[in-house]
């Protein structure tokens, strides 16, 4: 219970955020004893045009590519000029993933001449599937090979979706303005690791998909492509406390359909939404961090909501917050226990219409979130370490919950209408994620226990950052064993459909538990809850969710998987 006071001390502090940089007198934090330490040439808006005027039965015009002039001018330029590759004079696209390269290289290049500025490295944060270098930059005021531990790492990462171009321009501006402008002070509290192209592959081809059609962003628990690990890594090494997710949405196509509007809102915004999510978690995302943003975005004249989306079944017209399921690097980050922020801008569809706004809206977002990380950053350290603590501390104790599902409700929706641009409002039944209905929930327990021949569950889980045990002796464990008692196949969806995933069906599977004495073999596997990635273990090992490892195939059989109720008795070694 100490502990327990201890982070509500920390964030009642937060509950009237100081306009000074000086941070709220903070209680120190106890140490619990389990955690280990984790190792504008943009189109002008009057010029802007129906591609299509013709209309189809019904009066409204079904194949529009863009906007009508009546919504683009809705949407001016912004005043200030970006100087990303794709804004010089001419370009014809986007930055290219070659010209990125560059652009990254020549900012930590440019550092190393100036002896006194921050530190700017390149990192090679992996390669993609068609082996395109996946470049970051590390901001940094510690000296070479220095622990980076003395301040808080924020992660910003764009285009994961590789036809959502205008948060990875974004990034390469806000680089530029931590190596040589306005952004550099921030460096004095904060690291910032900046991964502005996820998926080169997708960008080149302005495709939402990885190369192997795998989709990027519900990757994060499977770790499946080359570039979900190279993320995956990224977080493992540098553990980040804030995450941004840069993204941009739909604008037209289906809303049209479906709602004869088209959308309104520069940017949309979402925290991470599932379940076993720290609730400090969560109250650091809005106190900290939303509500600053909310208040930067409109003091830049630009328009903000909660993000949300539509299922492509156009006869379908609920309208979803982003999903609740551990796939999405929102949600994984979530479990992770940092900070993690989705902004999701005005673009999927537009082409470079607007670019110049949506990489402004971006820009203004992302500063928001440094600022306020730098801000904050002595207590976003004591928090991280609370919550780290406090997660491991659950274990063999309360519940869990294995499967929860938004809240049905509501929504008077803000959307324009697709002629004239003037606001329509649109009645909206919308699941809400911002309250979780618990399906499911069972006794949590000390750990799992994975066979000895379940190493490919357990790389992914090293992967993730996780620690597990390799048992040295054979042994009995106080357990309780899984029996499949339903099987399906399906496909694994989310609240757009069904995801991009090349592998094909999961599984569907119903279990009863059966208390049970274990004998186990040495060289089987213990994955321990006290550990901070509690949550994230909790999401790939209980059998019965489209998620696990047990649905999409990485366990063979639940009986090679069990849940363990005592602390085991065993001798043990972490595995390296
Ligand atoms: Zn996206």
Not at 295 to 304: C, E, I, M, T
Not at 313 to 319: C, I, N, Q, R, S
Not at 451 to 458: S, T, Y
Not at 539 to 552: F, K
Request: proline share 7%.
């Amino acid at each position: 219970m100490r502990l327990g006071l201890a982070a509500l001390a920390l964030l009642a502090g937060c509950a009237a955020p100081p306009r000074t940089a000086a941070p709220p007198a903070s209680p120190t934090v106890p140490r619990a004893a389990a955690a280990p330490a984790p190792s504008s040439t943009a189109t002008p808006a009057a010029t802007t045009s129906i591609a299509s005027t013709e209309a189809a039965p019904g009066g409204l015009p079904r194949a529009w590519a863009t906007e009508s002039s009546g919504v683009a001018a809705r949407f001016p330029d912004p005043a200030v000029r970006y100087a990303t590759p794709a804004f010089a004079p001419q370009h014809p696209g986007y930055t290219s993933n070659a010209e990125l390269r560059s652009f990254l290289q020549s900012l930590a290049r440019d550092a190393e001449d100036a002896p006194n500025a921050p530190g700017v490295k390149l990192l090679q944060a992996g390669s993609s599937q068609t082996g395109v270098p996946i470049p970051a930059l590390l901001f940094t005021h510690e000296p070479r090979g220095a622990d980076l531990a003395a301040r808080p790492t924020v992660l910003l990462i764009a285009q994961q979706h590789g036809d959502e171009p205008a948060g990875a321009e974004a990034l390469l501006a806000v680089s530029q303005a931590l190596a040589q402008g306005s952004l550099r002070p921030l460096l004095e509290r904060i690291n910032v690791i900046v991964l502005p192209r996820a998926n080169p592959d997708g960008a080149a081809a302005d495709h939402r998909l990885t190369a192997s059609a795998i989709d990027l962003n519900r990757d994060h628990l499977l770790l499946r492509t080359p570039e979900a690990q190279a993320q995956a890594q990224l977080v493992r090494e540098y553990q980040p406390v804030v995450v941004v997710d840069s993204h941009e949405y739909t604008v037209i196509g289906r809303y049209l359909d479906k709602f004869d509007a088209v959308q309104r809102f520069d940017a949309l915004f979402q925290y991470a939404t599932v379940a076993n999510l720290p609730g400090f978690v969560t109250k650091a995302s809005e106190e900290w961090f939303r509500q600053p943003l909310l208040q930067s975005l409109q003091a830049a004249g630009l328009s903000a909501e909660w993000y949300y989306t539509t299922s492509t079944d156009v006869a379908d017209k609920k309208v979803s917050m982003g999903g609740v399921q551990a796939d999405t690097g929102r949600n994984v980050n979530g479990l992770r226990n940092a900070i993690s922020l989705l902004v999701e801008t005005r673009g999927v569809g537009l082409g470079r219409v607007h670019l110049a706004r949506r990489v402004h809206t971006h820009v203004v977002a992302v500063t928001s979130v440094l600022t306020s990380a730098a801000a904050r950053a002595p207590d976003l350290a004591k928090l991280r370490r609370f919550i780290d603590a406090d997660v491991a501390a659950q274990a063999c104790k309360g519940q869990l919950v294995v499967e929860a599902a938004a809240t049905p409700s509501e929504y008077a929706l803000l959307m324009l209408d697709p002629v004239s641009g003037a606001d329509k409002t649109v009645n909206v039944a919308w699941d809400s994620a911002l309250q979780l209905a618990q399906q499911r929930q069972r006794a949590r327990p000390c750990g799992y226990w994975l066979g000895a021949d379940q190493l490919d569950a357990v790389l992914r889980l090293r992967g993730l950052g996780v620690r597990v045990m390799r048992l040295d002796a054979a042994g009995t464990l106080r357990a309780e064993a899984y029996t499949e008692t339903a099987r399906e196949t399906g496909a694994r969806a989310d609240v757009r459909g069904t995801i991009a995933d090349a592998q094909g069906t999961t599984l569907r599977v119903k279990v009863a538990l059966q208390p049970l004495l274990i004998e186990v073999s040495a060289g089987s596997y213990y994955v321990p809850l006290d550990q901070p990635l509690a949550n994230l273990v909790v999401a790939a090992l209980e059998p019965d969710t489209q998620n696990s490892y047990l649905a999409n195939r990485i366990v063979g059989s639940v009986d090679v998987q069990a849940r363990v109720l005592g602390r085991p008795d065993v001798r043990m070694t972490a595995l390296p």
